[in-house]
């Protein structure tokens, strides 16, 4: 516990870490990400705006490295808070990250999108920074456990919904009854 408590401590120099990492990412990934194929957008019709699709960009990956100041934490023997080298996807703003081995199961990658754009509605709705803090406060409340998290909570729900072929349904309103 006393490594979280640390994290806390740490709260408004990690947050403005993660806001530079996720810039810096997108920088580097958005020149060689696509628009969402014709097929995917099919298939994502319905659950999201029409705008978010056009937003949206996918950068495929060998892998998902962590931040850069993660050595620093690691140094100072506290724990990561969120391990992306564990990742398949993350999405950054406009940009989903995809990792290249999920392509070989392609419902598996459709589904992860999928996940990954619930994010982004997420992140157009609050603003990157108030997402980073507000899942930090979750994570930390949560004693790391990224699957308590209230944002993965709502967005692997949402994936199951769209996973089990449920009629479409708006993503943004879910979320916004669901953040409540």
């Known amino acids: 516990m006393q490594g979280i408590e640390a994290l806390e401590q740490l709260r408004p120099y990690l947050i403005e870490r993660y806001l530079e990492w996720v810039d810096e990412q997108r920088e580097i990934l958005l020149p060689q ?12 019709q319905g659950y999201f705006e029409e705008r978010i699709l056009d ?15 993660y050595n620093e934490l690691t140094m100072s023997g506290m724990p990561i808070p ?34 990954e754009l619930v994010h982004v509605v997420q992140i157009d709705m609050l603003g990157i920074r108030k997402h980073i803090e507000l899942y930090a406060d979750s994570l930390m ?18 994936t199951a919904r769209f996973d089990r072929k449920e009629p479409p349904f708006s993503v943004s309103k879910a ?6």
């Open 141 to 158: 409340q949560n004693d790391l456990q990224y699957h308590s998290v209230i944002f993965e909570r709502q967005a692997y729900d949402l």
């Open 82 to 115: 969120l391990d992306f080298n564990q990742a398949v996807g993350l999405a950054l703003v406009d940009c989903i990250i995809i990792h290249k081995q999920l392509w070989t199961y392609p419902e598996s990658a459709i589904s992860t999108i999928f996940h």
């Open 33 to 44: 990400a696509r628009p969402l194929s014709k097929e995917e957008r099919a298939r994502f």
């Open 175 to 180: 979320i916004k009854q669901g953040l409540r």
């Open 55 to 69: 937003l949206v960009r996918v950068a495929t990956v060998d892998r998902i490295r962590n931040p850069e100041f």
